[in-house]
């Protein structure tokens, strides 16, 4: 809570200059840079800030979000490398002919859907603010992913392909995690 309340204290004062004031400029540059740091805060609670950094920090839609928007952000992040990493697995699944490694790409690819399909419920729970459910989604879906990425490491061991697609989906649901985190009441 202490964030939402200190980031509201901080707006306040400023709408009412805004309201007198002849530019918008000043406002508007004060609030991106006040997301600026919000967002700086959940990336460096996250394992991998560099990520962080490179995916929801830079996002431009990152500037105008509130909290909620955030986890919005960050959920449909997450779709989109979903539905990039199962374009990932048709098209390698086309250039593989080893039944094993065919056969571990569709369990993959059937991963994939069902992780997409508690992605988007995640994301309609999300925009109705019930998040203890996204929780249970973002959970349920990575695990999926989680499951991918473990039958490369049953015998025979095998590097999976998709190895840093999955670990990408891994990070994005800990950003929402440490978002959705940050609005339920503590
Ligand atoms: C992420 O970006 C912020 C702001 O640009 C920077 O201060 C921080 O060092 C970066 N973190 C990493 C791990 O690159």
């Avoid at 919005?72 to 098209?91: K, V, Y």
């Avoid at 729970?125 to 499951?147: E, H, L, M, P, Q």
Wanted: glycine share 4%; net charge negative; with cysteine.
């Amino acid at each position: 809570m202490a964030y939402p309340l200190c980031f509201i204290s901080l707006i306040l004062p400023l709408l009412v200059i805004c309201a007198c004031c002849p530019s918008h400029t000043a406002a508007i540059r004060f609030e991106t840079k006040a997301d600026a740091a919000l967002v700086q805060s959940i990336c460096k609670e996250s394992l991998d800030p560099d990520f962080c950094n490179r995916t929801l920090a830079v996002d431009p839609r990152v500037a105008a979000a509130s909290m909620d928007g955030l986890a919005l952000l960050s959920i449909s992040l997450t779709i989109d490398q979903l539905q990039t990493t199962s374009d990932n697995i048709a098209s390698i699944l086309g250039q593989t002919s080893d039944p094993v490694g065919r056969q571990r790409l569709i369990v993959c690819g059937t991963d994939y859907k069902d992780a997409l399909g508690q992605f988007l419920r995640a994301f309609s729970s999300s925009d109705t603010r019930a998040y203890w459910d996204v929780i249970d989604r973002v959970r349920d879906g990575t695990n999926k992913v989680i499951d991918c990425e473990n039958i490369y490491k049953r015998d025979p061991i095998s590097v999976s392909p998709i190895t840093a697609d999955n670990h990408n989906v891994i990070k994005l649901s800990e950003l929402t995690l440490i978002i959705v985190d940050k609005i339920l009441p503590h």
